[in-house]
Each structure stands twice: as C-alpha cells, then as structure tokens.
C-alpha cells in the first residue's frame, strides 16, 4: 500500500500491529507510544519530513480515548492536575510547533535532537528504577482509585493506594511548558516526558498519574495538528511537507486504541518496576541508535 502524503509504502496492517504491540506497553505507564512509533516511521517507513510530527499526533488523537475511558471507569484519574498540565504545555507546544518546522527540517539534525531527548528520558528512568521501591499497589485493597482531598490553585491533594500525596502546581506549569515545546517538536503530545518527570521529580505513583498524563496528551495532540495543518499552506510553497498524512496515522490510532485498552485493563496488575525497566530499555536502544548515527 502506497500513502501519497508521506510517500511511505507499506502494507496496511503494519502500522495497526506496530502501533498495537507497543501501545499496550507504554499505556501502562501513561505514555502513548508515540515516542517509539516516530523512530518506526523515520527509520524503517522512511517518513522524516516535518509532517511526521502531526502524523504522530493524529495517532495520539485517535489511539487514547480509549485508555482514558478505562482509566476514568476505574476511578483512577487525578483531574485537577489536568488543568495545570494543561496551561502549560498549550503554552509550549506553539513554541516548539515553530522551532520544528523552522530549525529541524533536516531528517539528520532532527534525528540527533530525538536521540537526546530520548536519552534524557532514559537517564531518569534508570535511576528512579535503581532509586525507589517500585512495588504494585495491593489490587484488593479497595483503595486503587484516586480520592482528592484538596484542590487550590496553588497545590492538590490526593489519596491513593492508602497514602496521600501532596503537589505544587506552579512547578508542574513550568515543566509542562518546557515540555510542550519539545513535544512540539517530537510530536509525543507531552506524555512521553511528562509522566517520567511525575514520576521522577514529584514523586508520584505511574498507577496514578497514568489516565491524566494520557489524557493531557490528546488534547495537546489536537493543538498541535491544528497548528501544523494551519501553517502548511505557508510552507508548502518552499516545498517543505508540513501537511500530516491522515490515513498513516489513522492506520496507528487503530491499532493504539485497541492497545490502549487492553493496557490500561492490565496495569493494576503489573509492577511499576516491570514497566519502568521495559521502556527504559527500549528508549535507550533508539537513542544510542540515533546518536551514533548523527555522527555517523
């Protein structure tokens, strides 16, 4: 099957079955998969243009409802941090929209700029991992659901799994600024780096924060598409291909949605160890692999 937008020629089930396998791991941990897809399409589909970036995003856009749906079901969703999430990497993501399209064009410099970011995220998942203990909440507690406790708009409350965790929002908006620009550029939405920073940097358990990160990466994810379907007119007349190509990332949405259910339904039953060991491996073997290859 040959897509006319991206020029990439594939069967029509790859990017389904790709976007399944991997999809079902990283929902787990409130990341959408995109992180890994992107590096699928430029290297092995040979998708590298700008528009790989929103086709990466309308993946996101029709993958993760479905991860939010089990998520919010089970009561495992923390909304007030939504919303400070959300000022901020609205913020970001125009930001990195423009240093995308206008700076890192090149497939060779935007490959270097993934395997760093990549392994940044590597760095702090490898060290959680060695730092904390990373056992799985009691199932039959009857206590693996969110409970706010308290909602300012200065910090949140919130109960899970028997303890209570506290968070300051002004540093969560300054992240997720930072976070959006990047994501602009990714084309990850935010999640990819915004649920390690929670985990990581606020202290918070992935089994809770999973459903709002994933959820802040949709909505990121629809500003992000608007924003580049907007400003390709402009750049097409350089020759630039900004323009997402739908029916690719329709193609991975399928395959996340269904994979994002079933992960979302398995994760109250898998250690955050397990997943935090799974996809620092995998983000630090791209990385190397892009790195080395800038030099290269």
Known sequence: MIFPVSGVQTPFWVPIIVAFGVSTLTSMGGISGAFLLLPFQVSILGFASPAVTPTNMIYNIVAIPS??????????????????????TSIGILLGVVIRIRYLPDPRNFKAFVGLVLAYMAYRLIKDILKKDNSKPSVDSGKFVVGIKEFRPQRISFEFSGRLYTITLMPVFILSVIVGAISGIYGIGGGALIAPALVVMFGLPVHAIAGVTLL????????????YVFLAPFYARGGTAVSPDWLLGILFGIGGFAGMYLGSRLQKYVRGLYIKIILAIAIAYISINYIIGFFG
């Open 67 to 88: 991860g939010v749906y089990r998520y919010a079901k089970e009561n495992r969703m923390i909304w007030p941090l939504l919303w400070g999430l959300m000022a901020g």
């Open 216 to 227: 802040n990466t949709f909505l990121t994810s629809i500003i992000g598409v608007l924003l």
